[in-house]
């Protein structure tokens, strides 16, 4: 295959790392960027790296769209017409990218996450009806290479998920730092404290992974009746005010989500 990655950014470097590991991935990669750092930084993979779209003329099995929304217009309109589109740009719609790239395109959206940079994200995909089963096979062998693959029912879902997954990485950190804090407040050292926050929400992640419990039923397994945990849940449970703060972020990341698809935001 060849496959020319647009956008060598954090995803971006990513996604080039977890296909060069992975025996599933066979090809030539070209990325473009045109940063120059970034160009270093792929050619210090072995991969080739040019700074414009102009520069690809050889004809493209898959074109990875890891840019800015705002970039992928200019950059579809230089490029020659590729088998495969796998657009990882938050807000553009399928309809929206088939109007650059052609409507008789075969476009795959998909939303990875940051633990991708470890061979651990999970990324949700839909596609539009040019996609077919060979395709989706492709779609889900490049993203597979970095952690779990979702597909949707639905073009519709995708702003749910950014808001779930896709942000979600952010919430944990934001735990793991009100959990560093508040060790620190009750006499750890700060960084024991960061240590042991880390390792904690890491292992409790990774145990509800591996479980065929669902959360609620490991939570109260590991509640002891009058015990510290019960004493601490109670406090994080009363009047469902975690609940309520954590439904309502999402809800927010939701309507951001929506808000970059709109024609006025690009």
């Known amino acids: 295959m060849f496959i020319v990655l647009a956008g060598f950014g954090n995803m971006g470097r990513a996604l080039a790392t977890g296909w060069l590991e992975a025996d599933s991935i066979d090809g030539t990669i070209f990325v473009i960027d045109p940063d120059a750092n970034a160009r270093s930084r792929a050619e210090a993979l072995g991969l080739n790296a040019v700074a414009s779209a102009a520069e690809i003329t050889d004809p493209i099995d898959i074109v990875v769209l890891a840019v800015k929304p705002a970039d992928i217009d200019a950059l579809l309109s230089e490029l020659p017409q590729a088998q495969l589109y796998l657009s990882i740009a938050a807000g553009r719609t399928l309809r929206e990218l088939a109007g650059r790239a052609g409507e008789n395109a075969a476009i795959v959206r998909a939303m990875p996450n940051t633990p991708a940079a470890i061979g651990l994200g999970v990324t949700g995909l839909c596609a539009n009806a040019n996609v077919g089963s060979s395709e989706r096979r492709t779609a889900v062998a490049l993203l597979s290479a970095v952690g ?20 979600g990485p952010a919430y944990v950190f934001l735990l793991i730092e009100c959990l ?31 479980s065929d419990l669902d959360a609620a039923a ?44 709109s024609i006025d935001e690009k």
């Open 148 to 167: 779990s693959v979702e597909w949707l029912e639905s073009e519709t879902e995708m702003d749910a998920l950014t808001a779930v997954s896709g942000s």
């Open 180 to 210: 560093t804090a508040a060790a620190i407040d009750i006499g750890l050292d700060p960084a024991l404290a960061e240590r042991l926050a880390t390792a904690t929400v890491s292992g409790a992640g990774a145990y509800a992974a591996q």
């Open 218 to 261: 490991l939570r109260h397994q590991v509640t002891s009746p009058k015990g510290t945990t019960e004493a601490a849940l109670n406090v994080l449970l009363k009047d469902d005010a975690l609940q309520d703060l954590m439904r309502r972020a999402v809800r927010a990341a939701a309507k951001r989500s929506r808000e970059l698809g």
